[in-house]
C-alpha cells in the first residue's frame, strides 16, 4: 500500500490550493479515504472523509463550505480542493485509507501566509 | 462532537519500561478506538484498532483494551524507537476526532 500527496505550497490567506494524493498497491475503488491535518507543533485534525463510489462526503466544521473532497477512482487518486485558505489551515495534510486508518501517506505542506 | 483526552500528556520512561497510556471518550463509543504512533518528522502509525487488535507488523511489545468510554496503550518493555508520541482515535462517529497526544520521552 502506498500513498502519496501532492500540492502543497505556500499560498496567500483568501487563495486556494488543490492537494493530490496517489494511490497503488491495492484496489483503491474498494476504499473510503480520509484527509489528515497537523498544523505544526500540533496534533492530528480529521477534516474530511469520502466514501469508495464518491457519492458521500463528510467535512469538519473548520473547512466545510470552503474545501472539497474528491475522487477520480479510473486514475487511483483522492482530492482536496481548498478555498478561501485561512493562515489557520497552514498544516502537513494527509490523505489515510479508511475504516481503521491503516495506511497514511508521508505528507503535503500547506503553507498560508502574506 | 465526541470529545477525546489523553493521560498523561507527556511521561519521561526508560528502555525497558513498562508504559500505560489512558484515553477517555466523553461518550460511549463501543470499541471504535485506534491508536497511533508518530514519531518527529513522520506520518502517524497505526498500531491498534478496535481498540484491542494489533494492526499487522506491529510488535506484541503494544496491547489495547476498553470499551465504551475508557481506554488504555500499554508498552510492555519500551525500546528506544518507541519514544514518540502517542495519539487515541475514534471513528464511532463523525466528526472523527483525536486525543491530544502523549509524549513518552
Known amino acids: 500500500v502506498h500513498l502519496e500527496e501532492s500540492g502543497g505550497g505556500l499560498v496567500q490567506p483568501g487563495g486556494s490550493l488543490r492537494l493530490s494524493c496517489a494511490a497503488s498497491?491495492?484496489?483503491?475503488?474498494?476504499?473510503?479515504m480520509n484527509w489528515v491535518r497537523q498544523a505544526p507543533g500540533k496534533g492530528l485534525e480529521w477534516i474530511s472523509y469520502?466514501?469508495?463510489?464518491?457519492?458521500?462526503?463528510y467535512y469538519a466544521d473548520s473547512v466545510r463550505g470552503r474545501f472539497t473532497i474528491s475522487r477520480d477512482n479510473a486514475k487511483n487518486e483522492l482530492y482536496l480542493q481548498m478555498t478561501s485558505l485561512r493562515v489557520e489551515d497552514t498544516a502537513v495534510y494527509y490523505c489515510?485509507?479508511?475504516?481503521?486508518?491503516?495506511?497514511w501517506g508521508q505528507g503535503a505542506l500547506v503553507t498560508v501566509s502574506s | 462532537d465526541i470529545q477525546m483526552t489523553q493521560s498523561p500528556p507527556s511521561l519521561s520512561a526508560s528502555v525497558g519500561d513498562r508504559v500505560t497510556i489512558t484515553c477517555r471518550a466523553n461518550q460511549g463509543i463501543k470499541n471504535y478506538l485506534a491508536w497511533f504512533q508518530q514519531r518527529p518528522g513522520k506520518a502517524p502509525k497505526s498500531l491498534i484498532y478496535a481498540a484491542s487488535t494489533l494492526q499487522s507488523g506491529v510488535s506484541s511489545r503494544f496491547s489495547g483494551s476498553g470499551y465504551g468510554t475508557d481506554f488504555t496503550l500499554t508498552i510492555i518493555s519500551l525500546q528506544p524507537e518507541d519514544f514518540a508520541t502517542y495519539y487515541c482515535?475514534?471513528?464511532?462517529?463523525?466528526?472523527?476526532?483525536f486525543g491530544p497526544g502523549t509524549e513518552v520521552d
Open positions: 469520502i466514501k469508495s463510489s464518491g457519492d458521500a462526503q
Open positions: 482515535h475514534q471513528y464511532y462517529d463523525y466528526p472523527f476526532t
Open positions: 498497491g491495492f484496489t483503491f475503488s474498494y476504499y473510503e
Open positions: 489515510v485509507r479508511d475504516p481503521i486508518f491503516d495506511s
